[in-house]
C-alpha cells in the first residue's frame, strides 16, 4: 500500500552504533504512537472507502447507475454490476491528488520541518472529512477526496520519516514498522464502523465523517510532539536538537550520535534535488535506480489495492449480501493487522529476501486458486450468487493473499527502496518511489472494476503473473539489506554478478572506495582510543567543542573528500556541457 517510506540521512562516519547510548524509554514510545497515527489517516479512507461504495443509500445518492444495476440484476455478467467511471473516479482521485501533493510536501518537509507537514495533512484531512460526510453532490464529494488526497500526501511524506529520526537506532526497524501497523489499523477500524452503520439510512456519512478523529491525532500531534533533530540540524538549530535528542534517548550521553547527525547533515546540504537525479541515472547508481523503481511498481501491482479497495463490492458481486459482504471486509481486515504484526517481528530476523519470497509464493498461490474457483463455480451458478461454502473458500483464499501481502511486500515496498539509497541519490530515489507508488494507486483504483467485468475470473490471473514475474526479480534482482548500514548497500550491489556488470568500471570503484573507508573508520578507532588518556583538560575541550568542527585529521580528510565528490561531479558536468562533449562518470575524488 502507498506510505511514505523516507528514512533519515544518517551515515556512520565518524561513530560506530556502539558508541551510542539509547533506551527505550516511555517518553520515545509515546513520541512514536502519536507520529504513527498519521497511518490511521491513509488506513481509514482505504478501510471505509469500499464499504461506502456498497452501501445503497450512497449509490442511491451519487452513483444511480449502480444501484439500479444492483437492484435489477438482468442475469448478465456478476463481474459488471459496479462497473462505473465515476464511481472508481471517487476511489483513485485521492491517489491523484497525493501524487501532485507529495513534491510539495517533500519540500516542506526538509525546509520547514517534519511538524509542520504533518500539521498541513492533520488539516487537510479534517476538511475532506468534512465535505465528505456532508456531500449534497457528486463534485463535492470529488472535492473532500482531493482533499484527503493532500492529507495523504503530506502525511506519507513527513511520518514515517519522523519516526525514523526519533526512534533510537535499535529500535528503528520496529519503531517505523508502528506507521506500516497504525495503517492496518485504520483499516479495520473503518471496516468495523461500515459494518456497525450498514442498516443506517444515511451510514455512510458517519463512516465518511469519523475519518475526522485520526485527523485530531496527528492535529495535536503536530503541535506537542518536539521537532526532529535530523530537521533542526537541516535548520541550524544544534542545541535545541541536542536538547531534544537527550530527552528522547533517556540519556546524557549523545555526543557521537549527535556529532554523526551533524556531520550528515552538513554533507546533505551539499546536495540538490537536480544534482541526485544526474547522479542517479549514471551507471554508478543505475542498479539502485531500476530497483528503486521496480519494488513499488510490483507492491502495487500484487493486486492488494484493489482487493482492499473493493474487498465489499467485490463479495456483493459474487453473491453476499451486504452484511454478509461488510462482515467478510472486516474478517479480511483482522487478517491484515494480525499479519503486519509477523512483519514487525520477524523482518529483522528473517530477513528482506526471505519474506519478499515466500510472500510471493503465497500470493501468487492464492491468486491462481481464486481465478480457478470462481471461473469454475460462475459457469454452474449463472444468476452470479454462489453457494455459502464456495463463498467462504474464496474469503480464506483472500485472506491468505492478505496476509501473506502484511509480511512482505507491504511493510518492505517502503523499507527496501529507503535502504538502498546512497547519500547523493536519496532525494530522487525517494521522490521516484513516492510517484510511481501514487501514479500506479491511481491506475488500479481507476481500472480495477472495469479490469474485472472485461477479465472476469481471468483478471485475478492477471495478478498472480505480476507476482510471479517481481518474484523472479527478487530471486534474481535484489540483494539482502538486512544489518547493512546505508553507506555500505552501493558496496552490495557492486558484488552482485548481474548488476556489477551494468555498473561496469564503477563497480570496481565502489568496491575499492569501501576498502578504503574501512580502513579510514579503523585508524581513526584507534587514533581515538589513543586520544582517550586520562588527560582531563583534552577531554573537557573535547566535550565543550563536539559542535564546534573539531574532529580529527583523518575524520577531516575523509569528510572532505566526500563532500568534494558531489561539488566536482557538479563542475565537471558544467564543463561538459560548455564544451558540447558527452556525458562520463564524474572522477572519483
Known amino acids: 500500500m502507498t506510505g511514505p517510506p523516507m528514512e533519515p540521512i544518517v551515515t556512520l562516519y565518524s561513530s560506530t552504533?556502539?558508541?551510542?547510548?539509547?533506551?527505550?524509554?516511555?517518553?520515545?514510545?509515546?513520541?512514536?504512537?502519536?507520529?504513527?497515527?498519521?497511518?490511521?489517516?491513509?488506513?481509514?479512507?482505504?478501510?471505509?472507502?469500499?464499504?461506502?461504495e456498497s452501501m445503497p443509500s450512497f449509490q442511491e445518492k451519487?452513483?444511480?447507475?449502480?444501484?439500479?444495476?444492483?437492484?435489477?440484476?438482468?442475469?448478465?455478467s456478476p463481474y459488471c454490476t459496479y462497473d462505473s467511471a465515476k464511481l472508481q473516479f471517487f476511489t483513485s482521485v485521492l491517489f491523484l491528488a497525493g501524487l501532485v501533493a507529495s513534491p510539495v510536501a517533500g519540500w516542506v518537509t526538509k525546509r520547514f520541518g517534519r511538524l509542520l507537514s504533518m500539521f498541513i495533512a492533520a488539516v487537510s484531512f479534517l476538511i475532506g472529512a468534512g465535505l465528505n460526510a456532508g456531500a449534497q453532490n457528486l463534485a463535492m464529494l470529488y472535492i473532500g477526496r482531493i482533499m484527503l488526497g493532500i492529507g495523504i500526501g503530506?502525511?506519507?511524506?513527513?511520518v514515517p520519516l519522523y519516526l525514523s529520526e526519533t526512534a533510537p537506532f535499535k529500535y528503528r526497524g520496529a519503531l517505523n514498522q508502528l506507521f506500516q501497523m497504525s495503517t492496518t489499523i485504520g483499516i479495520l477500524v473503518a471496516q468495523l464502523i461500515n459494518y456497525g452503520v450498514k442498516d443506517w439510512a444515511e451510514g455512510w456519512r458517519l463512516s465518511l465523517g469519523l475519518a475526522a478523529v485520526p485527523a485530531l491525532i496527528l492535529l495535536t500531534g503536530s503541535i506537542v510532539l518536539p521537532e526532529s533533530p535530523n530537521s533542526l540540524c537541516e535548520r541550524q538549530q544544534d542545541a535545541k536538537a541536542k536538547a531534544i535528542l537527550k530527552k528522547l534517548r533517556g540519556s546524557e550521553n549523545v555526543d557521537a550520535e549527535m556529532r554523526d547527525i551533524v556531520e550528515a547533515t552538513k554533507l546533505s546540504q551539499k546536495v540538490t534535488m537536480r544534482q541526485s537525479w544526474r547522479m542517479m541515472l549514471k551507471r554508478r547508481y543505475l542498479p539502485q535506480f531500476i530497483t528503486t523503481l521496480l519494488i513499488p511498481l510490483f507492491q502495487q501491482l500484487t493486486g492488494i489495492n484493489a482487493i482492499m479497495f473493493y474487498v465489499p463490492v467485490l463479495f456483493k458481486s459474487l453473491g453476499s449480501g451486504s452484511e454478509a459482504a461488510l462482515l467478510n471486509t472486516v474478517i479480511v481486515g483482522a487478517v491484515n493487522v494480525l499479519a503486519t504484526l509477523v512483519a514487525i517481528f520477524t523482518v529483522d530476523k528473517l530477513g528482506r529476501r526471505f519474506l519478499f519470497i515466500e510472500g510471493g509464493a503465497q500470493m501468487l498461490s492464492s491468486m491462481i486458486v481464486t481465478a480457478v474457483v470462481l471461473g469454475v463455480e460462475f459457469s454452474k451458478y449463472p444468476d452470479g450468487v454462489l453457494p455459502t461454502g464456495t463463498a467462504i473458500g474464496v474469503l480464506v483464499v483472500i485472506c491468505v493473499f492478505v496476509a501473506a501481502f502484511a509480511w512482505s511486500w507491504g511493510p518492505l515496498g517502503w523499507l527496501v527502496p529507503s535502504e538502498i539509497q546512497t547519500l547523493e541519490t536519496r532525494a530522487a530515489g525517494m521522490s521516484a518511489a513516492v510517484c510511481i507508488n501514487f501514479l500506479l494507486s491511481f491506475i488500479i483504483g481507476q481500472t480495477f472494476v472495469s479490469m474485472l467485468c472485461a477479465m472476469e475470473w481471468g483478471v485475478f490471473l492477471f495478478f498472480a503473473g505480476w507476482v510471479a514475474i517481481m518474484t523472479v526479480f527478487?530471486?534474481?534482482?535484489v540483494p539482502e539489506t538486512r544489518h547493512?548500514?546505508?553507506?555500505?548497500?552501493q558496496v552490495h550491489f557492486a558484488r552482485h554478478k548481474i548488476w556489477k556488470k551494468l555498473m561496469g568500471p564503477a563497480a570496481d570503484e565502489?568496491?575499492?572506495a569501501h576498502e578504503g573507508r574501512r580502513a579510514a573508520r579503523k585508524a581513526y578507532a584507534l587514533e581515538g582510543a589513543a586520544a582517550a588518556q586520562?588527560?582531563?583538560?583534552e577531554e573537557e575541550a573535547a566535550e565543550e567543542d563536539i559542535l564546534g568542527g573539531r574532529t580529527s585529521s583523518l575524520w577531516n580528510q575523509y569528510y572532505t573528500e566526500t563532500a568534494d565528490e558531489v561539488t566536482m561531479t557538479e563542475v565537471q558536468e558544467k564543463q561538459?556541457?560548455?564544451?558540447g562533449s558527452s556525458s562520463s562518470e564524474p572522477a572519483s575524488s
Open 534 to 537: 586520562p588527560v582531563k583538560n
Open 576 to 579: 561538459e556541457e560548455e564544451a
Open 510 to 512: 565502489v568496491i575499492t
Open 17 to 52: 552504533l556502539g558508541e551510542y547510548e539509547a533506551k527505550l524509554t516511555g517518553y520515545v514510545i509515546f513520541v512514536a504512537f502519536l507520529a504513527a497515527s498519521g497511518g490511521l489517516l491513509f488506513g481509514y479512507d482505504l478501510g471505509v472507502t469500499g464499504g461506502v
Open 484 to 489: 547493512v548500514p546505508v553507506e555500505q548497500v
Open 474 to 477: 527478487v530471486i534474481f534482482f
Open 62 to 76: 451519487f452513483f444511480p447507475d449502480v444501484y439500479e444495476s444492483q437492484q435489477n440484476f438482468d442475469g448478465s
Open 154 to 158: 503530506f502525511a506519507n511524506s513527513s
